[in-house]
C-alpha cells in the first residue's frame, strides 16, 4: 500500500513531522531568509479560511498565474484542504492562453502575482461568468468587492478544517504545453499524485537533511511532483531561484544537495564546465581525460589500475571539486527529466561527483512512469517502471503506461480521452521506445514527430538536436526533413561565442546578421553540426543549415512554458528561410560516403 493516499495526508504529516525545519528559502536585499513547515502550515491554514470566506467550497476550481514562491504552495495546499481543485499557469504565457485556461476549467477565483497580470487579464475577465474573485499577491494591490489581496485573506482568523478527500478526487488540473492547438486540462487526482510521491519515498535516497534550489516551474508536472510535493513531505527544503540566470550564484550560496532539472539546464551547466576546463593548461585537460574515462571504468565495473584511481584522486581535488564548489559543494544528486539528457551530458555530471538519476513520464503519468534509481542505474535509459507501475511497448513501438499514477483524462476532451486511454487501463504515451533484457526503457523518438523522408526512411530529430545543443555555438536547432530529399536544421546561434571565437580566427563584425553570413563562420558550424551528428546515420544527418541569431523562448512563442519548441510556430516563422535551404541553386552536392555505404548495404 501507498505510504500516502492524498495531498492531504501528506501536508499533515509534513507539519506535524517536520514543524521547526526550513522549508522555503527566498532572498531578498541580498540575504537568504526562511520559512518553516510550521510558519507555512499556519500561514495556509489562514488562507484555506480565506477562500472559505469568499464561498470558496469543495468541487470549485482555484487558477493561479505565478512562478514559484511561498505564496504558490499556500494556495495549493490550501486548495486541496477545501477539496478546491488547483490550476496552476505560467507567468510566461500569453494572456490568450490564460483566458482559454480559466474559461476552460470553470475557475471560480484567480490568483495572480502581480497587479501586472491583473491589468494584463482585464480583458477577459468580465466576459468569463463562472470567475467571481481575483486574488494578488502584490503588496500594492487595491482591493475592492471583486479584488482581493492575498496577504490580508492568509492572515483571516476564522478556523476552517481541511476535508478528507477520497484518493479519486480532482487534485487539481495541469495544463500541457500546446506545442499544436490549445492547451489541453489534464486531470490529476489527489491518488494519481499521492502514489507517485509514494514512490519517491520507496526509490531515492533523500531526507529531511536534503535541500534543492528550485527553478523548475511548479505548474509543470515534473516540478510539482517531484520536487514541490515530493521534498515537502520529507521535511526537506527548497531555496528558490531568484531567475535562471541567477542558478550558479544561487547554487553556491544555499549548497543544495539536490538539483531537479530539464536537459536545457544540464546542457548549459555542461557547456560552462567544459569551457572553464578548455582554458586549463594542457596536463589539467589530459588529466581530466583521464579521469572521465576512469569514471566509465567505474561505472562499467571494469577494474580500474593503480594509476587511474591515483590520476582519479588528483584531479577529484584540483579539478572536479572546484567544479562542485561552483555548484555549492554539497551537491549529490541531479534529477533529470522533462527530455531525454544527453548520455554524454549525463555521463560528464556524473563522472564530477554528482550522480545522476534520470526519470521519464508524461504530465498524464503524474509525471513518473519510470526511473532510474540506487542499484537500479543504468545511463542512457530512463530507468525501470517505480512500483505499482508498469510499462509495455505496443506493435508499433510506442510506449504504454499502465498504474494508479494514470491521469483520470483530458478536461471536456472525449475525443482525445478515446485515442489515448486504453479499455484496460493503459495510457497510449505518443513516444516510442524500447525495453532491454534487464527491463531499463529507453526512449527513441516521439511518434508525432518522426517524419519520413522523399526516401522513405523515417527520421526522428530530437536526439540529433540534443547533440547539436552540446556545441558551445548553439543556442538551440530544429531540424526539418518532412518529405524532402535530406535533413536540413534551423541553428539559432550564440552570437557572444561566435564573437569570442572570431577574435582568434580573423572575423569581426558587430552586426549579428553580417557576422552569421560569414564564410569562416559558416564553415565553423559545418565543423560542428559534423562534429555532432557523427553519432547518428548518414540519411539522418544535416545537410545544410541556416543561422539566425534570435533564440526560440516563450515571450516570441516559439518555445512552450516546459521549454519544449514549438516545431509548428518555428516553421511559420522561418518557412521561406527553411525553404530556401532546398530551392537555392546550386550544384548537387556529391553523395554523402555514410550515407552511400549504408545504402550500398540495404
Same mark, same amino acid.
Given at each position: 500500500?501507498?505510504?500516502?493516499?492524498?495531498? &492531504?495526508?501528506?501536508?499533515?504529516?509534513?507539519?506535524?513531522?517536520?514543524?521547526?525545519?526550513?522549508?522555503?528559502?527566498?532572498?531578498?536585499?541580498?540575504?537568504?531568509?526562511?520559512?518553516?513547515?510550521?510558519?507555512?502550515?499556519?500561514?495556509?491554514?489562514?488562507?484555506?479560511?480565506?477562500?472559505?470566506?469568499?464561498?470558496?467550497?469543495?468541487?470549485?476550481? !482555484?487558477?493561479?498565474?505565478?512562478?514559484?514562491?511561498?505564496?504558490?504552495?499556500?494556495?495549493?495546499?490550501?486548495?486541496?484542504?477545501?477539496?478546491?481543485?488547483?490550476?496552476?499557469?505560467?507567468?510566461?504565457?500569453?494572456?490568450?492562453?490564460?483566458?482559454?485556461?480559466?474559461?476552460?476549467?470553470?475557475?471560480?477565483?484567480?490568483?495572480?502575482?502581480?497587479?501586472?497580470?491583473?491589468?494584463?487579464?482585464?480583458?477577459? +475577465?468580465?466576459?468569463?461568468?463562472?470567475?467571481?474573485?481575483?486574488?494578488?499577491?502584490?503588496?500594492?494591490? /487595491?482591493?475592492?468587492?471583486?479584488?482581493?489581496?492575498?496577504?490580508?485573506?492568509?492572515?483571516?482568523?476564522?478556523?476552517?478544517?481541511?476535508?478528507?478527500?477520497?484518493? /479519486?478526487?480532482?487534485?487539481?488540473?495541469?495544463?500541457?504545453?500546446?506545442?499544436?492547438?490549445?492547451?489541453?486540462?489534464?486531470?490529476?487526482?489527489?491518488?494519481?499524485?499521492?502514489?507517485? &510521491?509514494?514512490?519517491?519515498?520507496?526509490?531515492?535516497?533523500?531526507?529531511?537533511?536534503?535541500?534543492?534550489?528550485?527553478?523548475?516551474?511548479?505548474?509543470?508536472?515534473?516540478?510539482?511532483?517531484?520536487?514541490?510535493?515530493?521534498?515537502?513531505?520529507?521535511?526537506?527544503?527548497?531555496?528558490?531561484?531568484?531567475?535562471?540566470?541567477?542558478?550558479?550564484?544561487?547554487?553556491?550560496?544555499?549548497?543544495?544537495?539536490?538539483?531537479?532539472?530539464?536537459?536545457?539546464?544540464?546542457?548549459?551547466?555542461?557547456?560552462?564546465?567544459?569551457?572553464?576546463?578548455?582554458?586549463?593548461?594542457?596536463?589539467?585537460?589530459?588529466?581530466?581525460?583521464?579521469?572521465?574515462?576512469?569514471?566509465?571504468?567505474?561505472?562499467?565495473?571494469?577494474?580500474?589500475?593503480?594509476?587511474?584511481?591515483?590520476?582519479?584522486?588528483?584531479?577529484?581535488?584540483?579539478?572536479?571539486?572546484?567544479?562542485?564548489?561552483?555548484?555549492?559543494?554539497?551537491?549529490?544528486?541531479?534529477?533529470?527529466?522533462?527530455?531525454?539528457?544527453?548520455?554524454?551530458?549525463?555521463?560528464?555530471?556524473?563522472?564530477?561527483?554528482?550522480?545522476?538519476?534520470?526519470?521519464?513520464?508524461?504530465?498524464?503519468?503524474?509525471?513518473?512512469?519510470?526511473?532510474?534509481?540506487?542499484?537500479?542505474?543504468?545511463?542512457?535509459? &530512463?530507468?525501470?517502471?517505480?512500483?505499482? !507501475?508498469?510499462?509495455?511497448?505496443?506493435?508499433?513501438?510506442?510506449?504504454?503506461?499502465?498504474?494508479?499514477?494514470?491521469?483520470?483524462?483530458?478536461?471536456?476532451?472525449?475525443?482525445?480521452?478515446?485515442?489515448?486511454?486504453?479499455?484496460?487501463?493503459?495510457?497510449?504515451?505518443?513516444?516510442?521506445?524500447?525495453?532491454?533484457?534487464?527491463?531499463?526503457?529507453?526512449?527513441?523518438?516521439?511518434?508525432?514527430?518522426?517524419?519520413?523522408?522523399?526516401?522513405?526512411?523515417?527520421?526522428?530529430?530530437?536526439?540529433?538536436?540534443?547533440?547539436?545543443?552540446?556545441?558551445?555555438?548553439?543556442?538551440?536547432?530544429?531540424?526539418?526533413?518532412?518529405?524532402?530529399?535530406?535533413?536540413?536544421?534551423?541553428?539559432?546561434?550564440?552570437?557572444?561565442?561566435?564573437?569570442?571565437?572570431?577574435?582568434?580566427?580573423?572575423?569581426?563584425?558587430?552586426?549579428?546578421?553580417?557576422?552569421?553570413?560569414?564564410?569562416? !563562420?559558416?564553415?565553423?558550424?559545418?565543423?560542428?553540426?559534423?562534429?555532432?551528428?557523427?553519432?547518428?546515420?548518414?540519411?539522418?544527418?544535416?545537410?545544410?543549415?541556416?543561422?539566425?541569431?534570435?533564440?526560440?523562448?516563450?515571450?516570441?512563442?516559439?518555445?512552450?512554458?516546459? +521549454?519544449?519548441?514549438?516545431?509548428?510556430?518555428?516553421?511559420?516563422?522561418?518557412?521561406?528561410?527553411?525553404?530556401?535551404?532546398?530551392?537555392?541553386?546550386?550544384?548537387?552536392?556529391?553523395?554523402?560516403?555514410?550515407?552511400?555505404?549504408?545504402?550500398?548495404?540495404?
Amino acid at each position: 500500500m501507498a505510504k500516502f493516499q492524498t495531498l &492531504v495526508d501528506i501536508y499533515h504529516d509534513a507539519l506535524k513531522t517536520y514543524p521547526d525545519n526550513p522549508l522555503f528559502g527566498t532572498k531578498s536585499g541580498g540575504q537568504w531568509s526562511w520559512m518553516t513547515y510550521l510558519e507555512f502550515g499556519r500561514t495556509t491554514d489562514g488562507f484555506r479560511a480565506g477562500l472559505a470566506s469568499l464561498g470558496l467550497e469543495r468541487g470549485d476550481r !482555484v487558477a493561479i498565474i505565478a512562478n514559484n514562491r511561498p505564496e504558490w504552495a499556500v494556495a495549493a495546499y490550501a486548495c486541496f484542504g477545501l477539496g478546491v481543485a488547483f490550476v496552476p499557469m505560467y507567468e510566461a504565457q500569453l494572456p490568450k492562453d490564460w483566458e482559454f485556461i480559466v474559461k476552460d476549467c470553470d475557475a471560480k477565483a484567480l490568483i495572480v502575482a502581480t497587479d501586472a497580470i491583473v491589468e494584463k487579464t482585464k480583458e477577459f +475577465l468580465d466576459s468569463i461568468g463562472s470567475l467571481k474573485h481575483i486574488i494578488s499577491m502584490d503588496p500594492a494591490t /487595491k482591493t475592492s468587492d471583486r479584488v482581493h489581496s492575498f496577504k490580508s485573506l492568509a492572515a483571516t482568523k476564522a478556523k476552517v478544517g481541511t476535508i478528507t478527500p477520497d484518493p /479519486k478526487d480532482t487534485a487539481g488540473f495541469i495544463y500541457t504545453s500546446g506545442t499544436t492547438g490549445n492547451p489541453k486540462g489534464v486531470i490529476l487526482s489527489h491518488g494519481n499524485i499521492a502514489t507517485n &510521491v509514494s514512490a519517491i519515498h520507496d526509490c531515492f535516497p533523500m531526507s529531511s537533511m536534503d535541500r534543492s534550489l528550485s527553478f523548475l516551474p511548479w505548474a509543470h508536472s515534473f516540478g510539482q511532483t517531484v520536487e514541490l510535493h515530493g521534498l515537502f513531505s520529507m521535511g526537506a527544503s527548497l531555496a528558490i531561484a531568484e531567475s535562471v540566470e541567477k542558478i550558479l550564484d544561487n547554487l553556491a550560496e544555499t549548497k543544495p544537495t539536490l538539483l531537479f532539472s530539464v536537459p536545457r539546464i544540464f546542457n548549459k551547466l555542461y557547456a560552462a564546465v567544459q569551457k572553464q576546463i578548455s582554458t586549463k593548461p594542457g596536463v589539467i585537460q589530459s588529466m581530466v581525460k583521464t579521469s572521465l574515462a576512469t569514471r566509465g571504468k567505474q561505472r562499467n565495473g571494469e577494474e580500474v589500475s593503480f594509476g587511474e584511481g591515483l590520476v582519479l584522486a588528483l584531479t577529484d581535488k584540483v579539478v572536479f571539486a572546484k567544479v562542485r564548489a561552483r555548484f555549492g559543494g554539497e551537491l549529490k544528486y541531479a534529477f533529470s527529466g522533462g527530455a531525454a539528457i544527453s548520455t554524454e551530458v549525463a555521463e560528464f555530471i556524473d563522472s564530477l561527483g554528482i550522480t545522476v538519476y534520470e526519470g521519464y513520464g508524461l504530465t498524464e503519468t503524474s509525471p513518473i512512469a519510470t526511473a532510474n534509481w540506487p542499484n537500479n542505474r543504468k545511463i542512457g535509459s &530512463v530507468g525501470k517502471p517505480i512500483p505499482g !507501475v508498469s510499462v509495455k511497448i505496443s506493435d508499433d513501438g510506442e510506449i504504454v503506461v499502465y498504474g494508479p499514477n494514470v491521469m483520470q483524462g483530458y478536461h471536456n476532451r472525449k475525443e482525445e480521452n478515446d485515442a489515448v486511454l486504453l479499455s484496460d487501463g493503459g495510457f497510449k504515451t505518443g513516444d516510442m521506445g524500447r525495453i532491454d533484457g534487464d527491463g531499463f526503457l529507453f526512449i527513441t523518438g516521439r511518434l508525432k514527430e518522426q517524419y519520413k523522408l522523399e526516401n522513405g526512411k523515417y527520421v526522428v530529430p530530437t536526439p540529433l538536436e540534443e547533440q547539436i545543443k552540446l556545441s558551445p555555438y548553439v543556442l538551440n536547432v530544429m531540424v526539418h526533413g518532412d518529405n524532402k530529399p535530406y535533413n536540413v536544421a534551423l541553428v539559432v546561434a550564440n552570437v557572444a561565442a561566435v564573437k569570442e571565437w572570431g577574435k582568434d580566427n580573423g572575423v569581426s563584425d558587430s552586426d549579428a546578421d553580417k557576422l552569421l553570413a560569414n564564410a569562416k !563562420v559558416r564553415a565553423l558550424f559545418k565543423k560542428e553540426l559534423d562534429h555532432y551528428g557523427e553519432k547518428f546515420k548518414g540519411f539522418e544527418g544535416v545537410k545544410d543549415f541556416a543561422l539566425v541569431s534570435e533564440d526560440f523562448t516563450t515571450d516570441n512563442g516559439l518555445l512552450t512554458p516546459s +521549454l519544449k519548441v514549438k516545431r509548428r510556430k518555428v516553421f511559420e516563422k522561418y518557412e521561406s528561410v527553411i525553404e530556401a535551404l532546398y530551392t537555392k541553386k546550386r550544384e548537387k552536392a556529391p553523395e554523402d560516403k555514410k550515407q552511400k555505404a549504408e545504402a550500398n548495404a540495404e
